[in-house]
């Protein structure tokens, strides 16, 4: 198993690109989510969909965030136009049951 | 507003001592808690967990306790390792929203040699 599979694992970007993160979920999973880390409110929950729905996307935190989930192996999280504000570290999970997400390694955002 | 509060950023403690995480939860909608661990350039890693029908769980040289009336759970690090220097997360979540978790901001502890 090859856990979570987050892409690129560093993006560093100008200020007014889309940016898009990838992630693949562990098969079997029926549930994914997007984090973003930063060091202020340490991981906020962005979105997340169960069986490919999106379920809460609450945590978007503006329109210029958006997620899909096309197929229950691949999810994306798009930012356009990206800001310096932007750049975190952003994870996706995926869980299948009661206990524990499996978190992928990150994408390091840098928006300049 | 965050609903899982972890007030202490870092926390440095010697090698073979206790160590002592902290957290605190503003929702009594919440039963069931989880400690989660991360390294550098790596995602978190489920450490353990505790469900509010209980107030401690021990896993080996962690224990995690939960003080439900004062909303607050502790991890417990015994002894402490350099191993064990890492971000830790607190993360809480509701009785009617199982996929939902939400977390703190994390304490850095670091265990010196």
């Known amino acids: 198993d090859a856990g979570v599979i987050q892409s690129p694992r560093h993006e560093v970007t100008e200020m007014g690109q889309e940016v898009t993160l990838r992630c693949k979920p562990i098969?079997?999973?029926?549930?994914l989510f997007w984090y973003r880390q930063t060091m202020m409110r340490g991981l906020e929950l962005l979105i997340y969909?169960?069986?490919?729905?999106?379920?809460?996307d609450s945590g978007m935190p503006e329109d210029r965030f958006s997620a899909k989930m096309p197929n229950a192996s691949f999810s994306t999280l798009k930012i356009q136009p990206s800001e310096p504000r932007d750049s975190a570290v952003y994870f996706c999970?995926?869980?299948?049951?009661?206990?524990?997400?499996?978190f992928g390694s990150g994408t390091r955002l840098t928006v300049v | 507003d965050q609903q899982v509060k972890q007030n202490s950023p870092s926390l440095s403690v010697q090698e073979g001592r206790i160590s002592i995480l902290n957290c605190d939860y503003t929702?009594?909608?919440?039963?069931?808690f989880l400690w989660y661990k991360k390294y550098p350039a790596e995602g978190p890693t489920f450490l353990i967990s505790?469900?509010?029908?209980?107030d401690k769980n021990e896993d080996g040289r962690f224990t995690v306790f939960l003080n439900k009336s004062a909303k607050h759970l502790s991890l417990h690090i015994v002894p402490s390792q350099p191993g064990d220097s890492a971000v830790y997360f607190c993360?809480?979540?509701?009785?009617?929203?199982?996929?939902?978790?939400?977390f703190g901001s994390g304490t850095k502890l670091n265990v010196k040699p």
């Open positions: 993360a809480a979540m509701g009785k009617y929203n199982f996929n939902k978790f939400y």
């Open positions: 505790i469900s509010s029908i209980k």
């Open positions: 999970a995926s869980s299948s049951a009661l206990v524990g997400y499996t």
């Open positions: 098969s079997g999973h029926n549930s």
């Open positions: 969909f169960n069986n490919n729905v999106p379920i809460d």
């Open positions: 929702n009594s909608m919440f039963d069931y």
